[in-house]
């Protein structure tokens, strides 16, 4: 099992930033992939950013140039580093873990940690 813990979330006017971090525990493998992913109000779960264990990113176009997504493999924690906040980021986001067991993907979700971005 493993268990994910956002951190970070919070009210920030249109133009500010902010930084999450996820922290994972339990039994993890070293290839895998961690990312984030957000749900706004009414609307569908989405990608944000992943990374993989070898740091390979992939960026929804909405965040490009915005958004960094980052991990510290030692501690096993992926950060998403927040700039230039639209009222449209708005949601709430979810840490999301993705490793292989034979041929099976095992996918670990967080809390999530709510984002605010209003003046």
């Known amino acids: 099992q493993v268990q994910l813990v956002e951190s970070g979330g919070g009210l920030v006017q249109p133009g500010g930033s902010l930084r999450l971090s996820c922290a994972a525990s339990g039994t993890i493998f070293s290839i895998n992939t961690m990312g984030w992913y957000r749900q706004a109000p009414g609307k569908q779960r989405e990608l944000v950013a992943t990374?993989?264990?070898?740091?390979?990113?992939n960026y929804t176009d909405s965040v490009k140039g915005r958004f960094t997504i980052s991990r510290d493999n030692a501690k096993n924690t992926v950060y998403l580093q927040m700039n230039s906040l639209k009222p449209e980021d708005t949601a709430v986001y979810y840490c999301n873990l993705a490793q292989r067991l034979r041929r099976k993907t095992l996918d670990y979700w967080g809390q999530g940690t709510q984002v605010t971005v209003s003046s």
């Open positions: 990374i993989t264990s070898v740091r390979s990113t």
